[in-house]
């Protein structure tokens, strides 16, 4: 539960106003999971990993509000503390699986795909952005067996449109054997009822407040249920998504106060 300082080792810039921090630390987690990083005298916030080997990892960032635009502004050599891995992880299953990715949430996701990669699973990764600028890791799986299928708002690259309707399309083309997705939760509402019409399984990866990240607080908890997103997520599985009646609906602020996605 104590932080542990590290360097940062590199920085790569992903995509317009994304950055992945890489750490030479052998963390240990698995594809889903999430550590706290924080920054002395300003705050502390859950990443999910985004690549990891037996000597590094890395976090994936979007420079927006105070915490990640100082975080932004670091360099190499500079320390953070890093606490974790924290949460539950996907369960990868299945031959042939799709991931489903709406901005960022592509992170976790770029995780889980190499993970099957190894294990010679056929992934499909959808991944949606407004435009080609913010689309992540199109160089990452150039020379890989995966198959990308990015798409955005504005037609600028791939697809012009939304995942969910390029998912639909490859379900009723191909066997999709399970469905992975991290994005919005009105994206994801919609993955929900592809998967169910076409009889496939499916992991969800929940985004919350959370303060401790252990589940002492309960800050983090969903509905009358007591779920904590930190420890019994943040990946769900398909039957307990539909039990959350705030998914898709609302989600808590810092102070606790309903907000209406």
């Known amino acids: 539960m104590t932080h542990k300082m590290i360097k940062i080792s590199k920085i790569i810039k992903e995509a317009k106003g994304i950055m992945s921090f890489v750490f030479e630390h052998s963390l240990d987690a698995k594809p889903g999971q999430f550590v706290i990083l924080w920054l002395p005298r300003i705050d502390e916030?859950?990443?999910?990993?985004?690549?990891q080997d037996n000597k590094k990892f890395a976090i994936t960032v979007s420079c927006i509000g105070?915490?990640?635009?100082?975080l932004c502004k670091m360099k190499v050599g500079d320390?953070?503390?890093?606490?974790?891995?924290?949460?539950?992880?996907?369960?990868?299953?299945?031959?042939?699986?799709a991931l489903v990715?709406?901005?960022y949430g592509s992170a976790p996701l770029a995780f889980l795909a190499d993970e099957a990669l190894k294990q010679k699973k056929k992934v499909y990764f959808i991944a949606g952005a407004r435009n080609k600028d913010y689309l992540l890791y199109l160089k990452r799986?150039?020379?890989?067996?995966?198959?990308?299928?990015?798409?955005?708002?504005?037609?600028?690259?791939?697809?012009k449109g939304f995942t969910t309707d390029v998912l639909n399309n490859l379900v009723k083309k191909k066997k999709i054997d399970k469905v992975y997705?991290?994005?919005?939760?009105?994206?994801?509402?919609?993955?929900l009822k592809i998967v169910e019409a076409n009889n496939i399984d499916a992991e969800f990866s929940l985004e919350r407040y959370m303060k401790c990240g252990a589940g002492l607080c309960g800050q983090c908890c969903v509905d009358e249920h007591g779920w904590r997103v930190c420890v019994e997520g943040p990946v769900f599985n398909k039957e307990k998504i539909k039990m959350i009646k705030e998914f898709a609906s609302y989600k808590r602020e810092k102070s606790g106060k309903k907000?209406?996605?």
Do not use: H, W
């Open 181 to 191: 997705t991290v994005g919005p939760e009105i994206m994801m509402k919609y993955v």
């Open 66 to 70: 105070p915490f990640t635009e100082k």
């Open 101 to 103: 990715a709406g901005g």
């Open 259 to 261: 907000v209406k996605l």
């Open 45 to 51: 916030k859950p990443f999910g990993v985004s690549y």
């Open 79 to 97: 320390l953070v503390g890093i606490k974790g891995p924290f949460g539950n992880p996907f369960k990868l299953e299945g031959k042939k699986i």
């Open 141 to 159: 799986y150039e020379n890989t067996k995966l198959k990308m299928m990015a798409c955005t708002d504005d037609g600028s690259y791939g697809e």
